[in-house]
């Protein structure tokens, strides 16, 4: 069987007597591309700190590739996107890529690192002059210059407009293609839900999901029904096959395990329902339900 590049094995973490992470386990196989959800605060940062031990745990232990100790070699494989971006005073983005290369042995090429960042016209340009979101595609460039297997990206679109955030899951895509893992945390859960294999979500200190989006939507409810009607939810608040429900304005919302028994129940009030749609349920509803805890 295939041996998993990463093993977190009962992880916790307390600030000053606060506990912040609780017995967390997991593990990442190559090839990988595993999304860290929870809301703010819920310890993802902390955690991704712990695994390229930026920071120590209290508890448990963490294995790279197969090895319990964390050597200096380890720097070579692993790339590490905090959530705030460097800023070197009077360093030139192309002085900061090629400084960046020097620190490892087989880094990628420089002209490689400068389409990655999407800033070809601005190498000249001193770093602090960059915009939020120039700042994180660099960053993400530098991430990347030590030609890593394993990257963990700490909110890496945050800050970068549309096309830029379109074109930056094209790139992890790639790199996944290549056989690189990543872990990566984001609020733009609808991004993740497009490119994540698996999810991990962290909520009350717990990995309370390590699973696929599939595997969440049988958790949580799989399809969201929605239409508009005159008709007042007593009509509709007996069916047997409705998970949860919200109401906006005359529009009516139903998550359903049972979309052929919700149809079905739904047949009598056919003529007074206008507008309806079916769709699997998103990540990011399926994500707030979990996190509110009614799922
Ligand atoms: N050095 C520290 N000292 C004390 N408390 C800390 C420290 N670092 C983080 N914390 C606390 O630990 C908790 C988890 O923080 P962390 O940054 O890991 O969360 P997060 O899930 O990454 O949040 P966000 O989504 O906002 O980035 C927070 O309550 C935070 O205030």
């Given at each position: 069987m295939e041996q998993p590049i990463l093993n977190v094995n009962t992880i916790s973490k307390s600030y000053k007597h606060n506990l912040i992470l609780n017995n967390i386990s997991f593990e990442l196989y190559k090839g990988e591309i595993v999304a860290l959800l929870g809301e703010n605060g819920a310890g993802k940062s902390t955690l991704i700190s712990i695994i390229t031990h930026l920071i120590s745990s209290d508890n448990g232990q963490v294995k790279l590739f197969g090895k319990?100790?964390?050597?200096?070699?380890?720097?070579?494989?692993?790339?590490?996107?905090l959530q705030h971006s460097f800023s070197l005073s009077k360093v030139t983005v192309k002085e900061s890529l090629m400084l960046a290369r020097t620190y490892y042995s087989n880094p990628l090429s420089y002209e490689e690192l400068i389409i990655l960042a999407d800033?070809?016209?601005?190498?000249?340009?001193?770093?602090?002059?960059?915009?939020?979101?120039?700042?994180r595609r660099l960053s993400f460039a530098i991430t990347m210059a030590g030609n890593p297997?394993?990257?963990?990206?700490?909110?890496?679109?945050?800050?970068?407009?549309?096309?830029?955030?379109?074109?930056?899951?094209?790139?992890?895509?790639?790199?996944?293609?290549?056989?690189?893992?990543?872990?990566?945390?984001?609020?733009y859960l609808e991004e993740l839900e497009a490119?994540?294999?698996?999810?991990?979500?962290?909520?009350?200190?717990?990995?309370?999901?390590?699973?696929?989006?599939?595997?969440?939507?049988?958790?949580?409810?799989?399809?969201?029904?929605?239409?508009?009607s005159e008709l007042p939810f007593t009509s509709f608040k007996t069916f047997s096959t409705i998970v949860s429900h919200s109401v906006t304005g005359t529009r009516y919302h139903f998550l359903t395990n049972d979309t052929n028994g919700f149809i079905k129940e739904l047949v009598p009030h056919l003529t007074?329902?206008?507008?309806?749609?079916?769709?699997?349920?998103?990540?990011?509803?399926?994500?707030?339900?979990?996190?509110?805890?009614?799922?």
């Open positions: 319990n100790a964390f050597e200096k070699s380890d720097r070579e494989t692993i790339g590490v996107m800033l070809k016209e601005k190498e000249d340009t001193f770093i602090t002059t960059l915009s939020g979101g120039q700042n297997e394993l990257i963990f990206l700490d909110e890496p679109t945050a800050g970068m407009d549309s096309h830029a955030r379109y074109h930056f899951w094209k790139k992890i895509s790639y790199y996944q293609k290549q056989g690189k893992t990543f872990l990566i945390t984001s609020h490119i994540a294999s698996r999810l991990l979500i962290l909520k009350d200190k717990n990995l309370t999901f390590n699973g696929s989006i599939e595997q969440l939507r049988k958790h949580a409810g799989q399809t969201e029904i929605s239409f508009n007074d329902v206008h507008n309806l749609s079916i769709k699997p349920h998103s990540l990011e509803t399926l994500f707030n339900q979990l996190n509110k805890g009614d799922n």
